[in-house]
């Protein structure tokens, strides 16, 4: 499946109904997005849609839509994060997944 472009559509129970799909276009009405706030409680403010593709885009298009969606973003050239719904802030945030060679400090263990 990693070599397919397109969204990996699952259940909550993680059991894949389809891959290679397209998610809905984006008719140019981008939902405002938040980036997650940090464990700092630092607000980070918010995420500019404008700054990346399509595929972000239609993440987050897809995640305000409906609550409980989850929406990953997966990319050779860069992290991946999660796009969600947040009652709490009222806006879907944007929420980046810092493991393995995206956060080699995230393994340090020696500090």
Do not use: E, Y
């Amino acid at each position: 499946m990693a070599g397919i472009d397109g969204a990996v559509l699952m259940t909550a129970a993680l059991d894949v109904l389809a891959f290679g799909c397209k998610l809905p276009g984006v008719d140019g009405n981008r939902p405002r997005v938040l980036r997650a706030p940090s464990n700092r409680g630092v607000d980070a403010g918010v995420f500019d849609l404008t700054t990346r593709g399509t595929r972000h885009a239609a993440a987050a298009v897809f995640a305000g839509t409906r609550r409980g969606r989850l929406a990953f973003t997966v990319s050779a050239d860069g992290p991946a994060a999660c796009f969600m719904w947040s009652d709490a802030f009222g806006h879907v945030v944007h929420w980046p997944v810092h493991v393995g060679v995206f956060a080699p400090t995230a393994w340090d263990t020696a500090g």
